[in-house]
C-alpha cells in the first residue's frame, strides 16, 4: 500500500538580513600610508596600473542563450506572468544570458515533449511533472541532469515534495505547487437562485437539476483530455471506501478494479453524468473551453486544481465572476470527511542533460525558486499555492483565503492521483476507459476488468 506524507501548510514569515558589501580599502591606505611617501604623480600612476590590472583580471562572461519550455502560454497573468517576471529580471540582472521562452497549453505540450525527446533535443530548461507517467522515461533514458538537494537547503520546500521528482535517491526537477483538486463555485449563481452549496453527492446531483431547470450549467471541466476523470474518480472511490488506497493497491496487484466498491463509484459516477451534473458538451470540452465557459459565467461550478486561484484576480473574466468566484471542498459522503482531499506535488522544472548551458541553467533554478522570487511573487500573485513556505500578506483575495483554509483542513491525502503513477500506457488506458464509462460504451463491470488488464500489462513492463 502506497504511503504518502500527510502535507501541513507551514506559513513562515522570513527575514533576510542585508549584509552590506564595500569593496576592500585596504590597498588605498596602503597607497597613502605615511611610512611610504610618494608624490601625487607617482601615487597616480601606481593606482591607474592596478585599475588596469583589476580590468585585465576581470573577464567578460561569455554570452548564453537558454531555452525554456513552460505550459503557460499568457505569458502576462498568471504563472506564466510571475515566471516571466522573473525570467525578466534574470536577464536584467545578468545581461550576458538571454531565456528564449517557448509555451504551450498542457496536451500540446506533452506531445512536443515527445519530439524533443526523440530527437535528444529538449529545451534547457524544460517544465516537468513530478509523476511517474512523466518523468520516468525522461530519468530512465538519461534525458535529466540531476541536481543536488543540498543547493536548495534553505529554499522551504514543502517536506517531501521532491518525491515525485526523484529516482534512486537522485533528484531530478524541482516542484512548483501544491497541488489538490477543490470544487469552485459561482456565489452570485447560487445566492441569486436560492440554492445551497452541495456538501455531498447526493446534494450536488439535486442541485445539479436545480440548475438545469434555470438554463445554468451545472459542473464543467476538460473531459475531452481525459486527465481530470480519473482524478475525480478518486474523490468518488474514496467516498464510498473512506481511504484512497485501493486504486493504487489494485495497480500494485494486491487488490482488483473488480472490487465492488470500484463497481459501486463507477456506476454513481456514470449516474452523475445520466442525471445531468456535468456541463453540456462536457466530453468535447477541453481545458481553455472548460476554464471559459465558468469564467464567463455559463456553469454555475468548476472541477480542476488549486492553480486555478488566479481565477479571481484573470481581467479576461468580468468583474462580476471575479468578485463571486469561490472554492469549497469536493461533496463528501457517509464515510468520508471533508478534509479528504485529493492532494499532490504536481509540475515544476527541469534541466536538460543535453543542455551546453547546465551552469547557467542551474544558476539560473536557483535564482528563480529564491525565497523572493517564484514562492512570493506567484502567491502574491493569487496565481497558486507555492511548494515551499511563504509569507501571508494581509492582502490576500478571498479565494486565496478559502484555499488556505482546505489545505489546512486536510484530514487524509490521496497522493500522486493513480494515472500518474505508472506508465504512460496505463495513463493513456485509464484515461480512456473513463470516457467510455461516460459515454456508456463500457459498462462498470468491464470498466473494471480492463483496468486490471492494463495493470497487469504496466506491471510487467516495470519489472
Known amino acids: 500500500m502506497k504511503k504518502w506524507l500527510l502535507l501541513l501548510l507551514s506559513v513562515v514569515i522570513i527575514s533576510f538580513g542585508l549584509v552590506a558589501c564595500s569593496d576592500d580599502s585596504s590597498s588605498t591606505d596602503n597607497n597613502t600610508d605615511s611610512e611610504n611617501t610618494q608624490d601625487d604623480t607617482d601615487t597616480n600612476e601606481t593606482e591607474g596600473e592596478n585599475a588596469t590590472n583589476g580590468d585585465e583580471a576581470a573577464e567578460e562572461p561569455e554570452d548564453v542563450t537558454l531555452s525554456f519550455f513552460s505550459t503557460n502560454p499568457d505569458r502576462e497573468t498568471g504563472m506564466g506572468g510571475v515566471e516571466q517576471q522573473i525570467i525578466d529580471s534574470y536577464m536584467e540582472e545578468n545581461p550576458h544570458v538571454t531565456i528564449e521562452v517557448e509555451a504551450l497549453q498542457d496536451e500540446p505540450y506533452k506531445d512536443k515533449i515527445k519530439i ?49 521528482f526523484s529516482s534512486d535517491g537522485k533528484l531530478y526537477g524541482l516542484p512548483k505547487n501544491t497541488d489538490f483538486l477543490p ?29 438545469r431547470e434555470l438554463d445554468i450549467n451545472p459542473v464543467v ?30 495497480l500494485a496487484g494486491d487488490a482488483s478494479y473488480t472490487d465492488p466498491a470500484v463497481i459501486a463509484a463507477a456506476e454513481k459516477m456514470k449516474r452523475m453524468a445520466d442525471e445531468g451534473v456535468f ?110 513556505d511563504f509569507e501571508l500578506t494581509g492582502e490576500e483575495s478571498d479565494l486565496q483565503k478559502q ?25 493513456e488506458t485509464i484515461m480512456s476507459l473513463h470516457q467510455q464509462l461516460f459515454t456508456g460504451d463500457v459498462t462498470a463491470e468491464e470498466f473494471g476488468e480492463q483496468l486490471d488488464e492494463a495493470a497487469a500489462k504496466a506491471r510487467e513492463a516495470s519489472e
Open 116 to 164: 524533443y525527446s526523440s530527437t535528444d533535443s529538449l529545451p534547457d530548461i524544460l517544465m516537468t511533472w513530478g509523476q511517474s507517467s512523466f518523468i520516468s522515461p525522461l530519468i530512465n533514458n538519461g534525458l535529466l541532469h540531476e541536481l543536488d538537494p543540498a543547493d536548495y537547503g534553505d529554499y522551504g520546500f514543502i517536506e517531501g515534495s521532491f518525491d515525485g
Open 183 to 211: 470544487l469552485f463555485y459561482n456565489k452570485r449563481l447560487f445566492e441569486e437562485n436560492g440554492l445551497e452549496v452541495p456538501t455531498t453527492e447526493e446534494e450536488l446531483i439535486a442541485v445539479s437539476k436545480e440548475l
Open 221 to 250: 471541466t476538460n473531459a475531452m483530455e481525459g486527465w481530470i476523470l480519473p482524478m475525480w474518480f478518486d474523490y468518488a472511490l474514496q467516498r464510498e471506501t473512506g481511504s484512497f488506497d485501493l486504486m493504487d493497491e489494485a
Open 279 to 388: 456541463a453540456d458538451g462536457w466530453l468535447t470540452a477541453d481545458y481553455g473551453t472548460a476554464r471559459n465557459l465558468f469564467g464567463q459565467e455559463q456553469a454555475a461550478m468548476y472541477l480542476m486544481g488549486a492553480w486555478e486561484m488566479g481565477l479571481a484576480t484573470d481581467e479576461n473574466f468580468p468583474e462580476s465572476f471575479r468578485e463571486n468566484v469561490a472554492v469549497t471542498n469536493y461533496p463528501v459522503s457517509d464515510n468520508a470527511e471533508a478534509g479528504d482531499l485529493v492532494i499532490y506535488q504536481g509540475g515544476g522544472f527541469s534541466i536538460a542533460e543535453n543542455s551546453e548551458h547546465k551552469e547557467e541553467a542551474e544558476a539560473f533554478l536557483k535564482y528563480f525558486y529564491s525565497p523572493d522570487n517564484w514562492p512570493k511573487l506567484v502567491w502574491e500573485s493569487g496565481a497558486a499555492m507555492p511548494a515551499q
Open 403 to 427: 484555499m488556505v483554509d482546505l489545505f489546512n483542513s486536510v484530514t487524509s491525502a490521496s497522493g500522486t492521483p493513480v494515472l500518474d503513477d505508472s506508465t504512460p500506457e496505463f495513463k
